[in-house]
């Protein structure tokens, strides 16, 4: 095994060392629901618990242990960004367009606060700060420039960080400064994905998992799911699929790109090390295309959780771990000899205008396409595709508008690595 590697090293997320996923297996198939919800993330529970709340009878299917795929997966990051910046909106839609995206994502990242406080789900929730960080002085001012016009239309604050500052905030000989944005929270995503299961369950939502839906067709005014154990009647459809939308939904397939994301856990270090090197305790992120992230483990204050290379595939994960232990210590040097304790990857998506997209195909709801932006566009998308079901208000969305597709994608991401890194290609 790999010498950054612990001896026990365990290839799946650090998160489900305190939110381990059920192994039980799954309670029988109903002949039909009210709705039924394809995928048990972040997305589908949100809207399970809110449709069990209001009276209807909901069915939660996926292919695999509940919430096994980037709801518990992701870095736990909640903050108001997109792929493409505010700016890059207004020269691309106009003013108009880049404010209400812009204002949605704040609604977003309320929703989260919310629903963590709404139903006392204890994840280590906490508005800790994020620290964005400039890999050249000409990023820096980009970013300032960003930051300044976000002030201006949205009521955004900052804080300008020079590089005497970021001494303050983490010790790196790599940055030159960037931008503290106060309020951004993070939260410990096992639990959080824990929480939901538990009060959608609680609800009356029913959760069938390691049963995988084959098709969905329209039949008597409302749709038929065929699965790999039996087929369900259902009312109304929600997909919740994101990265994992499979050859059963071709029309999603067509338009949605997965791609993986990696991530990992030191052993357990000297917290005064962890301390010295995150003094300021934020979730740290670069503004780099393809970005590195990193912070200290919201549960453990002697780990720090790193990730970076975004895009790439390998058959290898614990190869691959020293390609991105070696970007860890490109940033901080003092960890040339720690080893990884957890080697993860997590399975992402975007979409062809690199925004998330909310909609209705062929009578099915949908959400899908978070662009990096999963834990607060899945919880408000949830709460979206709830209140469309139910036919009340709380449903619209600037995001619900053409899913792009392209002529020569058929569901196989397979130029994703050489297109992330054309795109990365004014990186650092």
């Known amino acids: 095994m790999s010498v950054v590697l612990t ?26 629901t009210d709705v039924a919800i394809v995928g048990s993330g972040i997305t589908g529970l949100v809207a399970a618990l809110h449709l069990a709340r209001a009276g209807r009878d909901v069915t939660v299917i996926d292919a695999g242990v509940p919430g096994q795929g980037a709801s518990s997966r992701n870095a736990g990051y ?7 910046t505010f700016s890059e909106l207004i020269d691309a839609h106009g003013l108009d367009f880049a404010t209400a995206a812009y204002r949605e994502l704040h609604d977003a990242f309320r929703a989260v606060g919310e629903t963590v406080t709404d139903e006392r789900i204890d994840c280590h929730f906490r508005h800790q700060g994020r620290l964005l960080l400039a890999t050249s002085p000409a990023m820096r001012e980009q970013m300032l420039r960003e930051f300044e016009l976000r002030q201006k239309h949205l009521g955004e604050t900052f804080e300008p960080v020079d590089r005497t500052a970021q001494e303050r905030e983490i010790e790196t000989p790599l940055y030159h400064g960037g931008v503290r944005i106060a309020d951004h929270a993070g939260l410990h995503p096992g639990l959080y994905h824990l929480g939901l299961l538990a009060r959608a369950t609680e609800a009356g939502a029913r959760i069938v ?9 329209s039949e008597n005014g409302g749709f038929r799911l065929a699965t790999d154990r039996s087929a369900i009647a259902a009312r109304d459809v929600i997909v919740a699929t994101n990265g994992y939308s499979g050859p059963a939904l071709p029309w999603l397939q067509r338009r949605v790109v997965p791609f993986d994301a990696y991530a990992a856990a030191t052993e357990a270090l000297d917290p005064a090390l962890v301390a010295r090197l995150l003094a300021g ?10 970005v590195d992230f990193f912070r200290r483990a919201p549960d453990d204050n002697a780990r720090i959780v790193f990730g970076g290379l975004t895009g790439e595939r ?48 062929d009578g099915m709801h949908y959400g899908v396409g978070y662009c990096f932006a ?7 998308f949830g709460r979206k595709l709830a209140s469309r079901v139910l036919g009340q208000p709380g449903g619209e969305s600037v995001f619900d508008r053409p899913l792009p597709a392209s002529p020569f994608y058929r569901g196989n991401p397979w130029f994703v690595p050489w297109a992330i890194r054309w795109m990365s290609r004014h990186d650092r």
């Open 7 to 32: 001896a026990d090293c365990r290839l799946e997320p650090y998160w489900w060392r305190a939110a381990p996923r059920d192994p039980s297996d799954p309670p029988p198939l109903p002949q039909q």
């Open 78 to 84: 909640v903050g108001r960004t997109l792929k493409a």
């Open 209 to 217: 998992a390691r049963t995988t839906v084959t098709g969905i067709a």
């Open 281 to 290: 305790d934020r979730t740290y992120i670069d503004w780099n295309f393809n």
């Open 314 to 361: 390998t058959r290898d994960l614990a190869g691959f771990a020293r390609r991105l232990h070696a970007r860890m210590v490109r940033i901080f040097p003092a960890l040339r000899e720690v080893r990884f304790d957890n080697v993860w990857t997590g399975r992402c998506a975007g979409t062809f205008d690199f925004f998330p997209h909310i909609g209705r195909h």
């Open 374 to 380: 999963g834990v607060p566009m899945g919880t408000l």
